[in-house]
């Protein structure tokens, strides 16, 4: 069973501050790894992709791929009231052809003013 | 920007009963997928759809359920005979590759009474 796993928070940080987000997964073959982030009621929105070890930044969404770890992490900077919102972590893996997305259950991040 | 765009927004039916959801795919992109989500659960990956054939399906997507290319525009998912465990957010996809970005449509409630 292909998993992903994610902490489900919520994850509180004040207005400004950085925010954390982390997901682990178990298949080794994953090719490649996205953040959605999902408003409540509404659908999976692309933030970020992520196809290789390290980071990579996009305004104030940076994402990380450690694939030795198979971990991915997102940090968001400067982070807004309009930030807050599930972020979910989903993971494309080979079998299949590569079709398929794997989701993790999704962090709560709560931005405080 | 060229979106993704499912109808009904929300369908109500009646256990047994036959539901079509449409979905009209991003204009360019060749590889269609349709994913659920229970209220307060992961979302799940149903099937994936290339050149007018299924190219993998779920453990979800059982002899009930079927999915067609009908025009060049629309991609459909028929549930046959709905149970109540079938209320969910039904999510469309579409990508123009594979194991790339996935873009969602907003989505159809179904509920099932």
């Known amino acids: 069973q292909k998993e992903v796993e994610q902490n489900s928070g919520p994850l509180s940080v004040p207005e400004g501050a950085i925010a954390s987000l982390n997901c682990t997964y178990s298949d080794r073959g994953s090719q490649s790894f996205f953040w959605y982030r999902q408003y409540s009621g509404k659908s999976p929105e692309l933030i970020m992709s992520?196809?290789?070890?390290g980071d990579k930044e996009d305004g104030r969404f940076t994402a990380q791929l450690n694939k030795a770890s198979q971990y991915v992490s997102l940090l968001i900077r400067d982070s807004q009231p309009s930030d807050s919102a599930t972020y979910l972590c989903?993971?494309?893996?080979?079998?299949?052809?590569?079709?398929?997305?794997?989701f993790g259950t999704g962090t709560q991040l709560k931005v405080e003013l | 920007e060229p979106e993704v765009t499912q109808t009904p927004s929300h369908q109500v039916t009646q256990m047994g009963q036959e539901v079509i959801l449409r979905c009209v795919p991003i204009s360019n992109h060749l590889y269609f997928y349709w994913y659920r989500q229970i209220l307060g659960q992961k979302v799940e990956f149903l099937v994936s759809?290339?050149?007018?054939?299924?190219?993998?399906k779920s453990e979800i997507f059982d002899d009930q359920f079927s999915v067609e290319r009908p025009d060049g525009s629309n991609f459909t998912l028929k549930i046959r005979s709905t149970k109540l465990e079938d209320s969910a957010m039904y999510f469309c996809a579409s990508s123009d590759g594979l194991a790339v970005e996935q873009y969602f449509g907003p989505g159809t409630r179904l509920t099932v009474t």
């Open positions: 759809f290339y050149n007018n054939e299924i190219s993998e």
């Open positions: 989903a993971v494309n893996g080979v079998t299949g052809g590569g079709n398929k997305l794997t």
């Open positions: 992520i196809y290789s070890n």
